[in-house]
């Protein structure tokens, strides 16, 4: 989609992480007339791929209540798609090789990965912020917001990886499973599901997997189950992160150029 001379005009937002929180995030931001650019900056899986535009990085569809995301592989095609494209963008690339690409006015971590070291991202752009436990705001980041128990289902209802090996799977995300069939093979050895219900998340057919990564999500609420769109968690931490920006002291920074309503869909 081409885009008009007024709507070059938005601000750029990067997102570190393609998960369901980012996702859900760069949908609001898309609507309140950012340009967003999601960075996958290492090799952890998403699983909840309905729900996000993790996809994307496979050049598959990727949409999320009307809106799509693409593919960028290098920081020329982010540049042009910064001023041309109205998709969201998103890449392998990491922030270093993303931040030639033009001027980042909001940068937020939401990788949400409790192992990871949390970086400083202070004056890395415009305005920064940070999600979840380790970031605190003047800190190592410009804002931070919580973000609550997002709906990770009891670990009985999960899979990992026993060890490192490549994953196998044919199964496709909302297909009912049964407790104890056998979901996809790490290697040559069989995984079986450990509850009954729908297949809410699952790793990519084909990737190799680190020992310890969880493979697969059942949820088991039978027809209350959500396996795809935004739910209502995220979307909760995705306007909290707006009410930040939208704050007096930040505004002037942060704050969209100009906003599109947010359309409302039915449960």
């Not at 885009?3 to 369901?20: D, P």
């Not at 496979?58 to 920081?75: P, T, V, W, Y």
């Not at 009985?156 to 996809?184: N, S, T, Y």
């Amino acid at each position: 989609m081409q885009r008009s001379g007024h709507a070059a005009r938005r601000r750029t937002a990067v997102i570190l992480g393609t998960n369901e929180t980012a996702s859900a995030i760069a949908v609001v931001l898309h609507r309140a007339a950012y340009n967003v650019v999601m960075s996958q900056d290492d090799d952890y899986p998403v699983l909840r791929r309905k729900m996000s535009f993790y996809d994307a990085l496979f050049n598959e569809s990727a949409k999320l209540e009307q809106i799509r995301a693409e593919r960028a592989d290098n920081g020329v095609q982010i540049a042009n798609a910064l001023r041309h494209s109205d998709l969201v963008q998103v890449t392998w690339l990491g922030l270093p090789d993303l931040m030639p690409a033009g001027p980042i006015d909001l940068l937020i971590d939401a990788r949400l990965q409790p192992w990871r070291v949390r970086p400083d991202l202070r004056r890395l752009a415009r305005f920064s912020v940070g999600l979840g436990a380790g970031f605190v705001a003047a800190a190592n980041c410009d804002a931070a917001v919580e973000v609550p128990d997002l709906g990770m289902l009891d670990a009985h209802c999960c899979a990992a990886a026993a060890r490192g090996g490549r994953w196998h799977c044919a199964l496709q995300i909302g297909e009912p499973i049964r407790c104890g069939m056998v979901v996809g093979y790490l290697d040559d050895n069989a995984l079986r599901a450990p509850c009954a219900g729908v297949l809410r998340g699952v790793v990519r057919d084909g990737q190799a997997v680190a020992a310890g990564t969880t493979l697969l999500e059942v949820d088991p609420r039978g027809r209350h189950a959500q396996w795809s769109g935004i739910d209502d968690g995220n979307r909760a931490v995705a306007r909290a992160l707006m009410r930040t920006l939208e704050t007096p002291l930040i505004r002037d920074v942060a704050a969209p150029v100009h906003a599109v309503p947010e359309p409302r869909f039915p449960a």
